[in-house]
């Protein structure tokens, strides 16, 4: 019928623009692009109500950035003992302020190398304020100082602070950037196009192929993605 066809044809247009958006990296968050977002979480943001304010959830965006995590996987759920010897261990998701569940999407158990990160469990340079320095050493603190929150509320928070700083990625940008960045570095990490799947909780390696992109070193050593033509 001609409301079923409609829809079709937003879905498709809606996918193709995603894949165009991919393409011709407008969607990923290069390195100090990300540390600007980072500083610009840590002030208050006028006319934005304190539930939704980008400070609580600056563990939640270090999560999502350097580990690929999806909005409900920051969200409480992870605890210390989920750091393991070589990776982090994801199980669970968040689906409510009060529940969680066994994980939807991909992989039943993720368990994720610490490729950008050391992984330890303890430093007691970021404990009092995370704003201080970013210690990427630190995950533990990362998650013991990620809060209880509906999916829903980091979303509307993220919006918030990328209206504030008139930028136009999404949440999820920071898991796409995240597997863009291990094909990236695959020579330099020595790892295959299986572990990067592993890694991002893809069943299908023809998912995270879907996260290649063209990246040329500028002259400075900043990686950028190449635009389209």
Not at 50 to 68: N, R, V, W
Not at 142 to 148: C, D, L, S
Not at 158 to 173: A, E, G, I, Q, Y
Request: glycine share 6%.
């Amino acid at each position: 019928n001609t409301s079923g066809t409609r829809k079709y044809e937003k879905r498709r247009r809606d996918k193709q623009a995603t894949k165009d958006r991919r393409l011709s990296g407008e969607d990923y968050i290069a390195g100090d692009t990300f540390k600007r977002i980072i500083k610009a979480a840590g002030r208050d943001l006028p006319g934005v109500k304190p539930s939704l304010q980008p400070k609580q959830f600056i563990s939640c965006f270090l999560l999502a950035y350097y580990y690929g995590l999806r909005r409900a996987e920051t969200l409480g759920v992870l605890r210390a003992s989920d750091i393991k010897n070589g990776h982090l261990e994801v199980t669970k998701q968040r689906v409510a302020v009060s529940r969680t569940a066994e994980l939807k999407w991909g992989l039943e158990e993720k368990k994720i190398p610490h490729y950008y990160t050391t992984g330890l469990i303890s430093s007691s340079r970021m404990k009092k304020n995370l704003m201080k320095e970013y210690c990427l050493d630190d995950v533990s603190n990362w998650i013991e100082t990620a809060p209880n929150k509906n999916p829903n509320d980091i979303t509307k928070s993220w919006s918030c602070l990328m209206d504030s700083m008139k930028l136009n990625f999404t949440l999820h940008n920071l898991r796409n950037t995240y597997i863009s960045n291990l094909f990236r570095d695959m020579s330099l990490l020595g790892i295959s196009l299986a572990e990067i799947s592993l890694a991002a909780g893809h069943k299908d390696l023809r998912t995270s192929q879907q996260y290649l992109r063209d990246f040329r070193p500028l002259e400075d050593g900043v990686y950028k993605p190449k635009k389209a033509a």
